[in-house]
């Protein structure tokens, strides 16, 4: 299986920009497509990008498509969410997650086999 650790998050003020990473380690990290969610109190998970083993395909939600990157490097076994022009309704807690899955799978099921445990993100008006 593979570990992931969610980094970068914090306090930034609406139209900021914050960029998280998350570090893998365990089995070959270019073996999964990759994800990112975000989870707000009360709410469902919500989906917002993923990216497939190489790099060379992404998709994103409507909700950030134009805000937000998600990006890769598998020497570094690191994948990243560039998050810009922030709004408060960002406000979440952000958790990257791996599968093994075809990436159209990925992208249409949104399903995945390993979590990591989050950060706090807060954008304030």
């Known amino acids: 299986q593979v570990q992931l650790v969610e980094s970068g998050g914090g306090l930034v003020q609406a139209g900021g920009s914050l960029r998280l990473s998350c570090a893998a380690s365990?089995?070959?990290?270019?073996?999964?497509?990759m994800g990112w969610f975000r989870q707000v109190p009360g709410k469902e998970r919500e989906f917002l990008a993923a990216i497939n083993w190489s790099g060379g395909s992404t998709y994103y939600e409507d909700s950030v498509k134009g805000r937000f990157t998600i990006s890769r490097d598998n020497v570094k076994n690191t994948v990243y969410l560039q998050m810009n022009s922030l709004k408060p309704e960002d406000t979440a807690v952000y958790y990257c997650?791996?599968?093994?899955?075809?990436?159209?799978?990925?992208?249409?099921?949104?399903?995945?086999?390993?979590w990591g445990q989050g950060t706090q993100v807060t954008v304030s008006s």
């Open positions: 365990g089995r070959t990290f270019s073996n999964y497509a």
């Open positions: 997650a791996a599968s093994l899955r075809a990436f159209s799978t990925v992208i249409t099921g949104k399903k995945f086999n390993y």
